[in-house]
């Protein structure tokens, strides 16, 4: 469903609107971080110099909703010219648990190291991911060396200044639901603010290319310093046949875009839900695709009648 500020809000906003010039349209995409290789090498029981790499791309989110870092392979050479070898490939998620396991025996022409068997391990969640590599060759008595290469650090994160406001159970359209128009993680509006389960956010959008186009794609993440929470698009700020005319895809022009926040508010009265919409009001930092390990204060917004700030 459109989410649409509040009226009061929306009227505490109006001073700003008409001091200041309006800009149209959200900041660009997040660009996904290009390609980068890791490399690393071990000595294996038999002496056998053995290199290795991973070739790993940017994050993107997948059909689940859960963010992914792409692996294009994990690779490995050595000085021989063809050697029977014994290899496994690893990939463990952020926390340790082990995804996958690539186990070959397989004789392989390495050209005196000009040439890399590889494999291509699933893609594991972003954020620290690691797959480790082992090796050595086939049958002749001594132990496989192994090296580890974690996800490298990305630096696709973005800060920029957002004009913020929220919205409640009780003015969602329609009003008391939760009821939202890009589910991602969350079948209604929802979420916790942690990174696994971040809260639904509503952001501007625009029907003036004849198809209905979202300032930030559905399942963008967004961190915010003053709540310490994390957010994740899924929802659209802006009612009626041209939305592009109104908020949130038009913001004030001292800030980069407007976001909406799902304030919740069930549990409580209308007026406490209102209350704590308009305590968040404001311009404030934002960093758009964070990664995991942000500082988290995780709950709702507002619930039975409290409020985060």
Not at 20 to 42: E, F, N, R
Not at 179 to 184: F, T
Not at 191 to 202: K, L, M
Request: net charge neutral; aromatic share 8%; with cysteine.
């Amino acid at each position: 469903m459109h989410a649409l500020p509040s009226t009061s809000r929306l009227l505490i906003l109006a001073a700003g609107i008409i001091a200041a010039a309006l800009v149209v349209g959200g900041a660009a995409p997040v660009v996904h971080a290009a390609g980068t290789t890791t490399t690393a090498s071990c000595i294996d029981g038999g002496g056998i110099t053995w290199r290795t790499k991973v070739v790993w791309g940017g994050r993107y989110t997948a059909s689940d909703g859960v963010q992914k870092v792409s692996v294009g392979v994990a690779g490995w050479t050595t000085n021989a010219r063809t050697m029977a070898t014994d290899s496994t490939v690893k990939t463990y998620s952020r926390a340790g648990s082990r995804l996958q396991t690539l186990n070959r025996t397989a004789p392989f022409m390495y050209a005196s190291g000009a040439a890399y068997d590889s494999r291509n391990p699933l893609n594991p969640p972003a954020g620290a991911a690691k797959i480790t590599i082992s090796v050595g060759k086939d049958n002749d008595g001594f132990g496989n060396c192994r090296t580890t290469h974690i996800q490298p650090t990305e630096s696709t994160e973005t800060g920029i200044t957002a004009y913020v406001t929220g919205y409640t159970y009780f003015d969602n359209t329609p009003p008391g639901s939760a009821a939202i128009s890009n589910p991602v993680l969350h079948s209604q509006a929802g979420g916790t603010g942690t990174y696994e389960d971040p809260i639904t956010v509503a952001v501007g959008h625009s029907r003036a290319s004849g198809r209905d186009v979202l300032d930030y794609p559905a399942g963008t993440r967004f961190y915010m310093h003053y709540l310490k929470r994390y957010f994740i698009v899924e929802d659209t700020c802006g009612d009626g046949s041209f939305p592009e005319t109104g908020p949130c895809h038009v913001h004030p022009s001292n800030v980069s875009a407007w976001l909406d926040i799902w304030v919740d508010g069930q549990g409580g009265s209308e007026s406490s839900a209102t209350s704590c919409a308009e305590r968040i009001t404001g311009n404030q930092p934002v960093i758009i695709n964070p990664g995991p390990g942000l500082t988290v204060t995780a709950g709702p917004v507002s619930k039975n009648g409290t409020c985060a700030i």
